[in-house]
Nanobody, 124 residues
Framework: QVRLEESGGGLVQAGGSVRLSCATS????????MAWFRQAPGTERGFVAT????????YYADAVEGRFTISRDNTENTLYLQMNSLKPEDTAVYYC?????????????????WGQGTQVTVAS
């Protein structure tokens, strides 16, 4: 019954910014650890960022540290990913997920619920 739906992706020039949203329903969002993952063509899904239930603890992949910011609004049951200083290598389908604990995941195979993904393309 838990549904996650990403939005906000699109085409952006290198150096630009995009804000992704993940709307959730059917669960208790405020109790969930949430995370963002991404998958580029021909690659395995990889970790981007994670956030605890209150937003007081966050972790980021080294490749996005200092450029991306994960946040959440528990009053709207929505997760966000602010992406700044985008690079062509950030091009991927971005997924949000409900995960067991705050951690620097690999592929996030332990994460239970996933959205459909939203495409972010960074042009060089």
């Amino acid at each position: 019954q838990v549904r996650l739906e990403e939005s906000g992706g699109g085409l952006v020039q290198a150096g630009g910014s995009v804000r992704l949203s993940c709307a959730t329903s059917g669960g208790t969002f405020s109790s969930y650890v949430m995370a963002w993952f991404r998958q580029a063509p021909g690659t395995e899904r990889g970790f981007v960022a994670t956030i605890n239930r209150f937003g007081s603890t966050t972790y980021y992949a080294d490749a996005v540290e200092g450029r991306f910011t994960i946040s959440r609004d528990n009053t709207e049951n929505t997760l966000y990913l602010q992406m700044n200083s985008l690079k062509p290598e950030d091009t991927a389908v971005y997924y949000c997920a409900v995960c067991p604990n705050v951690a620097k995941y690999k592929q996030g195979r332990s994460c239970r619920y996933w959205g459909q993904g939203t495409q972010v393309t960074v042009a060089s």
